[in-house]
């Protein structure tokens, strides 16, 4: 029955249904999963009650965005081919049974159940929920296909708008002990659980064959950097256009990631010493408004992009988010409005990139396994994971060990994140359209249609 219920026939939309209902069964999904992003609320308790250091409180993100990146990539074929619902229950079942698992790491003071529990596990849920409904929204809506996975991956971001003081009110109902930090993980774990099932029940695919009334394909089709042809996933990853497309996803995430994975003790470290410092609440809002930022520049620049092209909206993420870490760089601690403002729109194109990705790679490789296309260059996420907390982490810890404080903890990474952010723009310069030996046959996209 359960079998039957997950199976991607039947999830197939009858005549009637809206597909306004998406989105929010997406948003159900991604807003749960997004948690993530709120992970740096948990790295002072942690430090402080189990006696780690920065870089490894920072362990069980860092791997968890690593999962969601291999998943993605090894099981964004399974995605296409079982449907969205299939794939919003394992996401559901792995990102709870993570939190679950990282209770008992708490309660038992035992660091290796948490880095397992809410990084492996849990990471595979990220993974599988974060693809889960992206090629369902673009069949849904080609008519705006940014404005449309906009939506739904601003649940990601905004995940932690909620998160964030959820987990710092429980933390300080509970106490920032192992049993207080138990608590609160095994509180998430079945509240996510509960509301992740509205999407597994909600989802639906459209029927063959649908398209939005008044929809003109052709027309849709007309500009030079969007393909009307399609490209298989393993032909996509033989172009240098996803290469080039892996590298700009790379280094912009890493420029985000940096800052959003240390945002509560970085804004705490950067003030420290001054007349304006900064207290665990105002860090923790702080957090709240970056995720509010990123959840927003989601919706919004990958909305403009339907308008302006992605190659041009990708030259602003990329061109003014470097300059603006050149800002935070040379502004130091003299102004706390201009370290907030420049974060929060470097955020905001953190997030939109995101979200922008799945049209440009449609625009690049069609329709045909785009979600399985979207899964593989996930993995340039899974590498950012790693090097944009490894670079802000590791600089810092030793900047303090060198007895540095305040900016000088973190200018120095700042400083290489613009590089980072210059060399995305050169490649996100040289993406052209792709070479038609790349193309799937005519008559083989015809007999698969017929197949579904």
Same mark, same amino acid.
């Given at each position: ?119 492996? =596990?849990? +990471?595979? *849920?990220? @993974?599988?929920?974060?693809? !889960? /409904?992206? #090629?369902?929204? &673009? ?13 739904? =991956?601003? +649940?990601? *971001?905004? @995940?932690?708008?909620?998160? !964030? /003081?959820? #987990?710092?009110? &429980? ?17 998430? *774990? ?263």
């Amino acid at each position: 029955m359960a079998v039957t219920f997950l199976d991607r026939s039947h999830s197939i939309a009858p005549p009637d249904w809206s597909r306004w209902l998406i989105p929010p069964a997406a948003l159900s999904v991604h807003l749960a999963i997004g948690q993530a992003y709120a992970w740096s609320v948990f790295k002072p308790p942690l430090e402080k009650a189990l006696g780690l250091s920065g870089t490894l409180s920072a362990l069980p993100f860092q791997l968890g965005i690593v999962m969601l990146g291999l998943s993605a990539a090894f099981g964004g074929t399974l995605v296409e081919r079982n449907g969205p619902r299939w794939a919003m229950f394992v996401s559901m079942t792995c990102f709870s049974t993570g939190f679950l698992v990282s209770a008992l790491g708490a309660f038992t003071s035992q660091y290796w159940l948490v880095v397992l529990g809410y990084g492996l =596990i849990g +990471g595979v *849920g990220l @993974g599988i929920g974060y693809i !889960s /409904p992206v #090629s369902t929204l &673009m069949k849904w809506f080609p008519d705006r296909p940014g404005m449309a996975t906009g939506i739904a =991956i601003m +649940g990601f *971001g905004g @995940g932690a708008l909620i998160a !964030s /003081p959820w #987990s710092s009110q &429980m933390l300080e109902s509970f106490g920032s002990t192992p049993s207080g930090i138990g608590t609160s993980f095994l509180i998430h *774990g079945v509240v996510y659980a509960v509301f992740m099932s509205l999407g597994v029940f909600l989802v639906r695919v459209p029927a063959e064959g649908w398209k939005p009334k008044g929809w003109d394909p052709a027309a849709a089709k007309a500009r030079s950097m969007i393909t009307t042809a399609n490209v298989s996933a393993a032909n996509a990853i033989k172009t240098p256009q996803f290469w080039c497309l892996w590298v700009v996803l790379c280094f912009n995430v890493t420029a985000g990631i940096g800052i959003l994975e240390k945002a509560s003790p970085m804004i705490t470290d950067f003030f420290r010493g001054t007349s304006v410092p900064v207290g665990a609440t105002a860090a923790a809002g702080f957090v709240a408004l970056l995720s509010l930022t990123n959840m927003l520049g989601r919706f919004v620049w990958s909305s403009t992009s339907d308008i302006v092209g992605r190659k041009n909206i990708y030259r602003c993420y990329l061109g003014v988010g470097a300059l603006l870490y050149l800002v935070i760089a040379l502004a130091g601690n003299s102004s706390k409005v201009v370290f907030i403002l420049a974060a929060m729109v470097i955020l905001s194109f953190y997030g939109a990139g995101f979200a922008t990705i799945p049209a440009y790679l449609k625009d690049m490789f069609g329709t045909y396994q785009v979600g399985a296309i979207h899964g593989r260059l996930l993995t340039a996420w899974s590498v950012a994971g790693v090097l944009g907390p490894l670079i802000v982490n590791a600089i810092a810890d030793s900047q303090k060990r060198a007895g540095k404080q305040g900016p000088d903890l973190y200018t120095t990474s700042f400083y290489i994140m613009i590089a980072l952010l210059v060399v995305g723009f050169i490649a996100n310069e040289l993406v052209r359209p792709v070479n038609a030996k790349y193309h799937e046959p005519e008559s083989a996209d015809a007999a698969r249609e017929e197949a579904k």
